[in-house]
């Protein structure tokens, strides 16, 4: 099962090499990661999306937790929580096809960001689910490339990950 | 006061309380070096790096104070890594300052530059690189407190020389800020009950102490709950000495090489108490039939070990000594004597032997040290056959007393080990239990004891073999004995070309003597036991098989 978790460090050089590192060494599956500053500038916040069954999910936490610059380790997998990723996609787009391409763009409620003759950029921000579909709705226009990131995640409430 | 980052460094190692480094230079700590010269610190020069590195984890294990280890950049800081890898498997405190190239040259190539801290992220607790001198005193004092608290480990302090030569106010740290890191001694309270409750029902519980006693300070604790309960200790090979080993419920050593009666009582328990042991495969054998009909307490104070290896009912976080402590308020007297006699009798018809045929036998040798020491010396080990008879056959009864390397394996640990365990402890006896091959891998390491006047003494089981591989070359390679004979020097010779002492001994008779001897000797002395060569240790766990099933 693929499990999110949402880690709090210390915002040292080298904690990434030390979080990828842990992941490496020990065997885990990251499925994608992203990394960014906090509330607080001494913080970044990871958040890793990661497969495997209890027991793996339960060592990768405490193994976390054991590097001295994570300060913060919860599983957000079983808590209602908002996540989103982020992908850009330059697609295939002459003047014959445009005008599908871009009502495909408006169902999904995704962006065009970029224009030229030949292609289009679309940004389309949602959960995974909708990222996904809309990298298939596009494909058959042909897509020349694309980048997405990882996964974000935040617990809905008011409830907050911080230091203390 | 102004001082320099090398003057900053030993004043901060004084504040911590050490009073040793072992140590080599190059050009990357020479303000450290500088600074050492006049300095209060005991400095003792090693003829490898490595060799600092074993030193200082023998010192940090004989006293349970942190061993600190010093070397240049580059190849001096790569020669520590075995020795930084060895105190990480077995959780010792030991911290390593190494030299680096000047800041602005960093990341560039530079002349012996290593990047350290990257090589030593997966076997160090946690590792440093200094990039201003204001921050050399807070690193200090962070690194000696990740060492010696909750589950202790090796840190690196990397130090660029123009950070060591650089001149700044020093002011002692007092606080350490570390908001990611809050080990956790105290147990649940929840938990201790629920384990009390297991323990009163239980009708053949068993006890498996290991390393995380002898960290803890917790031979008391651990002796009143085994005769409150009546449950017989079985040690790993890192727990020995945490339980006494002549003490009447002592089983010995469990796993690979332990007794059989400690395996048979682990596989047939319905309770198994873990006290500090991470239940590795050496002690487990096959997972799957491990305690099989046992309910599990564990306690450990690295979380992450629960549930790693072993399926655990209870567990316990926290200090052994702690949860021990709260454990034995809810317990009661509760004897189970049918258990405490299949014990006995698996005691009487199993014990650890061997054929006394009038030869030369490793095993009589170590028992003969155990007499000569009266079980009160040091014992350092090397890795091998030797290893595993000196765990066997010399009964060790208080705890750091006994200084292998049991995690990694490390050959060539001993004798630097047991040079920082003289250096720790100059009144006792110290001895390292060689094997012919690990020997040679420190075996420069000559001139250090000699120099220092060290006075250790080596017993090397010469078998003229890589014995422990040799002995699984003949039980599971059909003796296809690949590359494991030795040529090996003249031992008495080479003691002798660095001014130590050298005795070769041929049979059981003169064991006695050449031991009596070496201990009154003022110098170090290689005692060359010419040993039955294709001797093994027995009995044992043939690998992948289930610790009931032994073999010899
Ligand atoms: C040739 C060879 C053969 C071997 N054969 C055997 C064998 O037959 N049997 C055997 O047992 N081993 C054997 N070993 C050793 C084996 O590889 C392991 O090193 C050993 O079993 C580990 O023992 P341990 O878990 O008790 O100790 P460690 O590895 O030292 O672990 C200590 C544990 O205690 C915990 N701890 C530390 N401090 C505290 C504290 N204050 N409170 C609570 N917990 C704490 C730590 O978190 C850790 O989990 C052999 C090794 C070699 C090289
Ligand atoms: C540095 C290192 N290299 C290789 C090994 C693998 N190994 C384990 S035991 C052993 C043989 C040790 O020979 P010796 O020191 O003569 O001891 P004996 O088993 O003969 O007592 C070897 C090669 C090791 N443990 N450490
Ligand atoms: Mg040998």
Not at chain 2, 123 to 137: E, G, P, S
Not at chain 2, 209 to 216: C, E, P, Q, R, T
Not at chain 2, 253 to 272: C, F, I, K, P, Q
Not at chain 2, 306 to 333: S, W
């Amino acid at each position: 099962m693929r499990h999110t978790l949402s880690v709090l460090v210390e915002n040292h050089p080298g904690v990434l090499a030390r979080v990828a590192n842990l992941f490496r060494r020990r065997g885990y599956n990251i499925e994608s990661l992203a990394v960014g500053s906090t509330e607080n500038p001494a913080l970044s916040r990871m958040t890793i999306v990661v497969e495997g069954d209890d027991r793996v999910i339960e060592q990768v936490t405490r193994q976390l937790d054991k590097l001295i610059e994570v300060i913060k380790v919860e599983n957000f997998t079983k808590e209602e929580h908002v996540n989103r990723e982020l992908a850009l996609i330059k697609v295939q787009a002459d003047p014959p096809r445009r005008g599908e391409v871009i009502q495909i763009v408006d169902i999904f409620r995704a962006h065009i960001v970029d224009v030229s003759p030949e292609t289009l950029i679309v940004e389309v921000t949602g959960d995974e689910g909708k990222v996904a579909a809309m990298i298939e709705a596009l494909r058959p226009f042909g897509i020349k490339e694309m980048v997405r990131t990882g996964k974000l995640a935040l617990l809905r409430g008011p409830r907050a990950l911080t230091a203390e | 006061m102004r001082l320099t980052g090398g003057e900053i460094l030993l004043k901060c190692l004084q504040e911590e309380g050490v009073e040793v480094v072992f140590g080599y230079p190059g050009g990357a700590v020479l303000p450290i070096y500088d600074a050492l010269y006049e300095g209060e610190i005991r400095h003792i020069l090693t003829r490898h790096e490595q060799a600092a590195a074993h030193a200082a984890d023998g010192y940090a294990r004989a006293t349970g104070r942190p061993g600190v280890c010093l070397a240049t950049s580059g190849p001096g800081a790569t020669n520590l890594v075995t020795g930084i890898a060895t105190a990480y498997m077995d959780s010792s405190p030991v911290i390593a300052f190494t030299g680096q190239v000047p800041t602005s040259l960093i990341g560039r190539d530079a002349f012996q530059e290593a990047d350290i801290t990257g090589i030593t992220m997966p076997i160090t607790k946690h590792n440093f690189l200094v990039k201003d001198v204001k921050d050399l005193a807070r690193v200090v004092k962070a690194a000696f407190h990740i060492a010696t608290t909750g589950r202790p480990g090796p840190v690196l302090v990397d130090i660029p020389r123009d950070v060591s030569g650089a001149e700044t106010e020093y002011e002692p740290v007092t606080e350490v800020k570390l908001p990611g890191y809050r080990p956790v001694y105290d147990p649940d309270p929840e938990r201790i009950k629920q384990a009390a409750k297991l323990i009163a029902t239980s009708e053949r519980p068993v006890i498996v102490a290991g390393g995380g006693v002898i960290h803890s300070g917790a031979t008391e604790e651990l002796v009143r709950l085994a005769e409150l309960i009546m449950a017989p200790v079985a040690t790993t090979l890192m727990g020995i000495g945490g339980f006494p080993g002549n003490h009447p419920l002592s089983l010995g050593m469990l796993g690979m090489h332990g007794t059989r009666y400690a395996n048979y009582a682990v596989s047939e328990s319905d309770l198994l108490i873990a006290v500090g042991t991470r239940l590795d495969d050496r002690i487990t054998g096959k997972i799957e039939t491990f305690a099989p009909e046992a309910k599990v307490i564990h306690i450990d104070i690295d979380p992450a070990e629960l549930g790693k290896n072993v399926r655990v009912d209870v567990p316990i976080v926290g200090d052994v000594k702690r949860a021990l402590r709260a454990l034995i308020e809810f317990l009661q007297k509760n004897p189970h004597p049918a258990w405490l006699e299949k014990i006995e009798t698996w005691k009487r018809e199993y014990p650890l032997t061997f054929e006394a045929n009038g030869k030369l036998k490793p095993q009589f040798i170590v028992r003969q040290i155990w007499e000569v020491t009266e079980g009160k010396a040091r014992i350092a080990t090397e890795v091998g056959q030797n290893q595993m008879w000196a765990a066997q056959f010399y009964t060790f009864t208080r705890p750091r007393s006994f200084i292998t390397s049991g995690g990694l394996g490390t050959m060539g640990f001993g004798f630097p080990a047991a040079i920082g365990v003289q250096v720790a402890c100059p009144e006792e006896v110290v001895f390292d239990i060689a094997g012919d091959g690990s020997i040679q891998m420190n075996i420069q390491e000559l001139a250090t004891a000699v120099s220092y006047d060290l006075p250790v003494n080596v017993a090397i089981l010469n078998n003229g073999f890589l014995g422990m591989v040799r002995q699984w070359q003949e039980l599971f390679y059909q003796r296809r004995y690949s590359y494991t004979e030795l040529y090996n020097p003249d031992f008495v010779k080479v003691a002798e070309a660095y001014g130590a002492e050298g005795i070769r001994v041929t049979k059981p008779e003169e064991v006695r003597p050449a031991l009596e001897q070496a201990i009154a000797s003022p110098k170090p002395v290689f005692l060359d036991f010419i040993i039955e060569r294709e001797e093994n240790v027995m009995p044992m766990v043939p690998p992948g098989e289930s610790i009931g099933k032994m073999l010899g």
